[in-house]
């Protein structure tokens, strides 16, 4: 029992030969993956996917990214289509100050919009943040006083610090391939005192694809690889963080059902 926790299926390099990769993900014990949106006019596709595939679910959201191209997605149009029974998280979105692709304001009120529906739905936010820890911890702390919220942070790859104002926030935390990486012993530090019950794994598929599979196209099968890397640096067995971290997505997205 293994669980992708942060997928993008519908992506170049995945979706051309989509039936293989979900083929080659069952056959490594992959049973459940969340497929991610990142612009609204991915939700037919993600969505639709979700509801053909029973291990598949879906979530409706904005990236950051894409934030000055959708300013017309609002807390309401989220809540909206987050009433379809295979939708079971939103976004992902939040802050990223590395790109910059869109303006700060626009991130950040796209941001807030996210975190309002999750309050509304109960639907947990899929958090991502890159050189933007400050402000992300800043809004989300602001925000969780508004009303609390289940969330997570997706592709961790931040301080410490940051890890650790997440977890007072109630956040659950996503580990990718990028832990296995050797340049990344800050976060491998970091994945070794994470609480258990707080962690996630996921590839991020097609992007991050884990060594030893590093400079390939990710994809959900080799969520198994993270999985062992990161038992073995908890000194853990493989099959202690595959039950931990499948336990761990279905109490967070609570919708879902194994």
């Known amino acids: 029992m293994l669980v992708d926790s942060h997928c993008h299926l519908n992506y ?45 679910w879906a979530t409706v959201g904005i990236h950051p990214h894409e934030a000055d191209a959708h300013p017309e997605v609002d807390t309401a149009k989220l809540i909206e289509r987050a009433q379809n029974p295979r939708v079971i998280g939103i976004g992902e979105t939040g802050l990223d100050y590395f790109y910059e692709h869109s303006d700060r304001a626009n ?3 796209s941001f807030r919009a996210h975190i309002a529906a999750s ?33 997570v942070i997706h592709c961790f790859t931040a301080s410490a610090d940051f890890a650790r104002k997440a977890l007072e926030l109630g ?20 994945a070794k005192w994470l609480p258990a019950d707080r962690i996630l794994v996921e590839t991020d598929s097609p992007f991050l694809a884990p060594v030893p599979h590093r400079g390939k196209t990710g994809e959900p099968a080799y ?9 073995e640096l908890r000194g853990e067995t493989i099959e202690q963080l595959q039950q931990q971290t499948s336990d761990n997505f279905y109490r967070l997205f609570s919708k879902a059902k194994p």
């Not at 069952?26 to 037919?44: F, H, K, P, Q």
Request: hydrophobic share 40%; charged share 30%; with cysteine.
């Open 171 to 190: 956040c659950y935390i996503s580990l990718s391939g990028i832990v296995t990486f050797k340049n990344a012993k800050d976060l491998q530090d970091v």
């Open 119 to 151: 309050r509304e739905t109960g639907l947990p936010l899929i958090v991502h943040t890159r050189d933007a820890e400050d402000d992300t911890a800043h809004i989300m702390t602001e925000e969780m006083e508004n009303g609390a919220y289940p969330a």
């Open 223 to 231: 969520v198994s690889d993270t999985a062992a890397f990161v038992a």
């Open 12 to 56: 170049k390099g995945i979706v051309e030969q989509q039936g293989d990769v979900l083929a080659r993900a069952r056959n490594r014990g992959v049973t459940a993956m969340l497929n991610i949106s990142t612009r609204e006019s991915e939700w037919d596709e993600v969505v639709g996917l979700a509801e053909e595939e029973k291990d598949i």
């Open 107 to 109: 991130q950040q009120a």
